[in-house]
């Protein structure tokens, strides 16, 4: 339907074609955020309601991973320590027994417990280290599993600035220069938009919007998404990340979309 809508702007020429936008907006998750002590019994609780639905007793067979209390405030290391260890004794005694949708539950609860971090209970954002592309995508991947509710497996921590978090996704757009939307991609609150730049403009190729620049502001500034913006025949109008680069000798010319390095190189 969306493409479709698309398709009828660009036969009325609706669309100028020319300057592509790319942006990122938060969408906040309509969930609470347990502490990973409420977290794992939260966990538990749901894995019974859904064994009880295949074995009637399961709420009195398990009765002993039930529990209804709710711990206010940042747990100890003592009880998230006891909490782990009665989740994976959960966890051995139903793996392998009630089918699939048991079985993606109980590998969540898993990497709950396994989890190096202090879970839900410190700030893991979820940010990108704005120094290294590399160091984003190993976060992004490291955090990929790490959910915040079982109200909602897919929120995830986020950050709009350095002071304002959220919990939720984030709406990752290319607009064309008329204001219209042309695609879309949703990512989870911890993903970084500029990794995702790629497959969003593949997207715009795919429905056979063209342009002939984009510009997006400077947590896109990347080797790798310049190198693949100019792939596609497009000038990439994105201010530096870092001015460190003009001290070391790079100077980035925005009207010609090149770099010359420090022995006089053009790229």
């Known amino acids: 339907m969306f493409n479709e809508i698309i398709e009828q702007c660009k036969r009325k020429n609706l669309l100028s074609e020319r300057l592509k936008i790319a942006d990122a907006t938060a969408i906040e998750g309509d969930v609470s955020v347990p502490n990973r002590v409420n977290l794992l ?8 309601k859904r064994i009880s639905k295949v074995e009637r007793n399961a709420c009195d067979n398990f009765r002993d991973y039930i529990n209804e209390e709710r711990l206010h405030g940042k747990p100890s290391p003592q ?3 006891e909490e782990i260890s009665k989740t994976k004794e959960f966890i051995k005694s139903i793996k392998g027994q009630y089918g699939e949708d048991v079985e993606d539950l109980i590998n969540i609860l898993k990497e709950l417990c396994e989890h190096k971090g202090n879970n839900n209970d410190e700030d ?3 940010r990108r280290d704005e120094n290294s592309d590399k160091d984003c995508q190993s976060q992004s991947s490291s955090q990929e599993k790490h959910i915040v509710s079982f109200a909602d497996t897919d929120v995830r921590f986020g950050a709009k600035s350095d002071k304002k978090k959220f919990v939720g996704y984030k709406a990752h757009i290319a607009m064309d220069e008329s204001g219209i939307v042309t695609s879309v991609n949703l990512l989870h609150g911890n993903e970084s938009e500029s990794t995702d730049l790629p497959a969003l403009l593949r997207k715009d190729e795919s429905i056979g919007i063209e342009g002939y620049a984009l510009t997006a502001d400077s947590l896109y500034d ?3 998404n310049r190198e693949f ?3 596609l025949g497009l000038k990439a109008y994105i201010p530096p990340r870092r001015k460190e680069r003009d001290e070391e000798g790079f100077i980035y010319d925005p009207k010609e979309d090149i770099i010359t390095c420090p022995p006089d190189f053009i790229s």
Do not use: C
């Open 79 to 81: 009880e998230v320590k």
């Open 124 to 126: 893991d954002s979820g």
């Open 222 to 224: 990347s080797a790798k």
């Open 41 to 48: 019994r939260q966990g538990r609780k749901i894995v019974i």
């Open 229 to 231: 913006i100019h792939r």
